[in-house]
């Protein structure tokens, strides 16, 4: 029997933490692996992409930057007119920038708006049509449980994170009946570099609010992430799939 064609998964902030942990995820299968970082350091993305292809996969590492519309809308473009298709999107990439309200700058609030949630519009409007016309898709958006519950210093990201689900529950209703299926996942305290520099006493917090009694791991979000976008999940849509070892019920 002939092997399908590999499913082109696209992850955006695939070199390291959650989006890393994905491709992982998605390298168990017949996958060729599409991941999108920024920082002009490629080291988490070289180690990524050696990762990958030691194991076999196919994989393609580009830097670039997912706020800017233009940038996104040319390499999609690029993209599809090579591989001839996409099937996957993880709209994972992020940042924080965190302060209370009292010192948060326009500078603060901007860039993580347009990194976080502009982002999502990008690259979802930029496969959206061709998702469509496959008949066929994921989508999955990374937002966190400050999207949810609201966090002291986060207003800029936690706004972000609340306008992803808005924006996943809108979408997957417009797509739905041609297929393709639109979730989010709000990870709770997750061990990724974006944690890592939090003071003690902010992660003793954290810690103390998760039933579950750890931090996450990037895989615990993988797996969620990977499950939505199989065929066992074909039934579910505009969902909010919470990973957070019960911090927020
Ligand atoms: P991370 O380790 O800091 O990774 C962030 C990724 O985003 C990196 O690959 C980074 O690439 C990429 N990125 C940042 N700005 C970008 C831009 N303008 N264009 C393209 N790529 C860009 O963070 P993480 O903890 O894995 O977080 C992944 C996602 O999960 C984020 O959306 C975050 O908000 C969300 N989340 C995390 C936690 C947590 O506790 N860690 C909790 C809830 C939600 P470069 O470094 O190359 O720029």
Sequence with gaps: MEKADPRVVVITGGSKGIGRAVAMKFSGENARIIIVHYDPDNAASDETMKILSEKGVESESHRLDVSDFSSVKGFFEDLISRLERVDVLVNNAGITRDRLLMRMTEEDWDAVLRVNLKSVFNCTVAVNRYMIKQRRGRIVNISSVVGLMG????????????????????????????????????????DTEMTAGLPEKVKEAFMGQIPLGRIGKPEDVAEAVYWLCSEAASYITGQVIQVNGGMYM
């Design 151 to 190: 966090n002291a210093g986060q207003a800029n990201y936690a706004a972000s994170k609340a306008g992803i689900i808005g924006f996943t529950k809108s979408v997957a209703r417009e797509v739905a009946p041609r297929g393709v299926t639109v979730n989010a996942v709000a990870p709770g305290f997750i």
